[in-house]
């Protein structure tokens, strides 16, 4: 008949806890493609809800608030009064809602002739208090991903072109470091988008490098220069003057692309801290004047001076978000995230990707 099972598959379980062992586990695949693509997540749903344990009291809290928040920043828009009991079911709803985090190690994309693999996490595995997942984490690092697991994590291989999609198998020895797809992973993650597009923006058209701004300058007048063309661009930004704060941080940029020599040690950490800050606040500017590619494009330059910048991270999750592509975004928010876990406004931002996207799925749902 029309049930029949598209076979069995076998995934991974990676616990939390060290002195535990990897697991391969096996589930049926469903025939229709909709229950097919749903059926992990379904059962892991399940998983996480009976294993994961309750929300903490502190966890709860802090969801709370983020929903209030959200319902807050929802009803200033709109002239509605904002209904306590309505606020409180929908609390009440997501304390017990289970999801599952999907994690893309590596995305099935025609790169990758459509194979991919995913990993799947508790997405209330801090608010569980969970605790943090090494060996899960450790995966992420070696696909080229700064993402810390919390809670037991799970890994699936799949084939997915868009139209069709199949699940695959993937053992616990598919798991290691040069595992082909693990070292395919890393490039394609590692792989910062588009730096030819982000250094065309800052040289001149033919796409020769421009000599650096005023040539004839000394190390030190450079400095100066470039200083006091950061100050001025951050008053201006502080005025609400985006156009004059994006052309007097592009004017410091200028003063150092490309980067004149030689530099002592001192002089080339000093310069490196105000290109970098000059970036992440150029690409400030450019999403305040709706100019999310632009964004991109200051933060891709900012990663490649320090990979470790959350700000830039961040902005560019949300210059990605101001694109609706909300995949990327959560990918690099996380990553911020990750980099900088004390921020309120990162997870606040997730959230907030989270519900977009939600609503972006829905609506092609309902467009279908």
């Known amino acids: 008949g029309g049930d029949t099972p598209m076979g069995i598959f076998s995934y991974v379980l990676i616990p939390a806890e060290d002195v535990e062992v990897m697991q391969e586990l096996s589930l049926d695949a469903p025939s229709t493609l909709q229950e097919n693509l749903s059926c992990l997540t379904t059962a892991l749903q399940g998983y996480f809800r009976e294993k994961g344990g309750a929300i903490t009291e502190e966890g709860k809290t802090k969801m709370m608030d983020t929903v209030r928040n959200q319902v807050k920043a929802q009803k200033a828009g709109t002239s509605a009064p904002a209904n306590g009991a309505e606020t409180e079911k929908l609390l009440a709803q997501l304390a017990v809602s289970q999801t599952v985090d999907i994690v893309q190690l590596l995305p099935a994309t025609a790169a990758s ?32 991903l700064a993402t810390e697991v919390r809670g037991d994590a799970f890994v699936a291989r799949v084939w997915d072109d868009q139209e069709g999609f199949e699940r695959l198998d993937i053992k616990t020895q598919d798991l290691s470091s040069d595992a082909d797809w693990v070292k395919e992973a890393r490039a394609r993650n590692s792989n910062l988008p588009d730096l030819k597009t982000a250094h065309a923006m800052l040289t001149d058209a033919k796409g020769a490098p421009r000599e650096p701004a005023e040539p004839s300058l000394s190390p030190a007048e450079r400095l100066e220069k470039a200083s006091s063309a950061r100050a001025e661009g951050t008053a201006a930004f502080k005025a609400g003057d985006m156009d004059t704060a994006a052309e007097k941080y592009e004017g410091v940029l ?25 970036l992440q606040n150029l690409a400030m500017c450019r999403l305040k004047q709706e100019k999310p590619f632009e964004a991109i494009s200051a933060c891709d330059l900012a990663l490649e001076i320090d990979d470790g910048a959350a700000k830039a991270w961040y902005r560019r999750g949300q210059a990605c978000m101001k694109l609706q592509q909300f995949g990327v975004a959560r990918k690099n928010l996380t990553r911020a995230a990750t980099l900088n876990p004390r921020s309120r406004e990162i997870r606040e931002e997730i959230d907030t990707c989270k519900r977009l996207a939600a609503v972006k799925a829905s609506e092609a749902v309902d467009d279908a």
Request: glycine letters at 8%; one cysteine or more.
């Open 254 to 278: 200028a003063l150092y692309t490309p980067l004149p020599s030689p530099f002592t040690a001192e002089e080339e950490a000093e310069v490196k801290d105000l290109r970098l800050a000059c």
């Open 113 to 144: 002739k459509w194979y991919g693999v995913n990993m799947y996490v508790d997405d209330q595995g801090v608010a569980k208090g969970a605790p943090p997942n090494r060996r899960a984490s450790g995966l992420c690092m070696q696909c080229g």
